[in-house]
């Protein structure tokens, strides 16, 4: 069973910073990508940012330049480095962790930390 805990999130003033983490555990091997989502209340979840064991990062165009995504690979952990922050950055934010193990790619998911940017 692998779990996967998120931490970080709070509320800030427009302009402000938060820095999330994420943390898997349990009988996790190696992980394919990491991954931070967000869900606005009301609307549909996207995709913040990712990356791979490898390195390679990827961010959605309204964070691009003001969010940072970094991993520890041998801790099964993740951050996200929040600068910039706006009233539309708030939401919930999830983490999920790909592995691929016997063949078959499952990715496990936080319950996710809560951001309100709010002056």
């Known amino acids: 069973q692998v779990h996967v805990l998120e931490s970080g999130g709070g509320e800030v003033q427009p302009g402000g910073s938060l820095r999330l983490s994420c943390r898997a555990s349990?009988?996790?091997?190696?992980?394919?990508?990491m991954n931070w989502y967000r869900q606005p209340l009301g609307k549909q979840r996207e995709l913040v940012a990712s990356?791979?064991?490898?390195?390679?990062?990827k961010y959605a165009d309204s964070v691009k330049g003001r969010f940072t995504i970094s991993a520890e690979n041998s801790k099964y952990a993740m951050y996200l480095e929040m600068n910039g922050l706006k009233p539309e950055d708030t939401a919930a934010y999830h983490c999920?962790?790909?592995?691929?193990?016997?063949?078959?790619?499952?990715?496990?998911w936080g319950r996710g930390t809560q951001v309100t940017v709010s002056s």
């Open positions: 999920s962790v790909r592995e691929t193990y016997m063949g078959n790619q499952y990715e496990y």
């Open positions: 349990g009988s996790i091997f190696s992980f394919d990508d």
């Open positions: 990356i791979t064991s490898g390195g390679i990062t």
